[in-house]
């Protein structure tokens, strides 16, 4: 009602509704209820999008912009999406075997270490998971460096490396 209302006062004409983000196992519900009460206004409901989990994931690239960070390595993925963050100094087994898609958020002086557990976490995991990548990319903070077996993981595994002026913490 308070949506109509704005429209009605400015008299722009309605010729339809669609309805967005519901939840696919309640569109025939949503489509029958919502479409009653559109019905009794003279509104037509011309459609329902069903909610996408994904499209509500920041891209890597929205993530750079956000943080004023530098692409270093891989800007070719910049689309890939983040489902989860990881801190270098926290990365575990559980936290890396139950989902991918992790923004992995280290200090250049912690890097190492942070992908020496991601290396033995993916060996013990097995040899299909060695075949996945569980990182979105990698936000690296500081002024150091990197190694050379850094970037030769980061081109192995194409993974997106931004650098930012921010704090790890921040």
Known sequence: DLNLSVFEQKKIPIIGVIINKAIRSKIDDVRYYVGRKLEERGIRLLGIMPYEEELGLPLMGTVCSAIKGKVLYNKEYMTNRVEGMLAGSLIDHDSIQKS???????????????????????????????????????????????????????????IPVIMSMMDTYE
Request: net charge neutral.
């Open 100 to 158: 991918k898609n992790h923004l992995l958020v280290v200090s250049v002086n912690r890097l190492d270490d942070a992908l020496r557990k991601l290396e033995a976490i993916n060996k013990r995991l097995g040899p299909s998971h060695n075949q996945e990548n569980p990182l979105a990319g990698i936000i690296l903070t500081g002024k150091t460096d990197l190694h050379e077996s850094a970037v030769s993981y980061f081109e192995e595994l194409k």
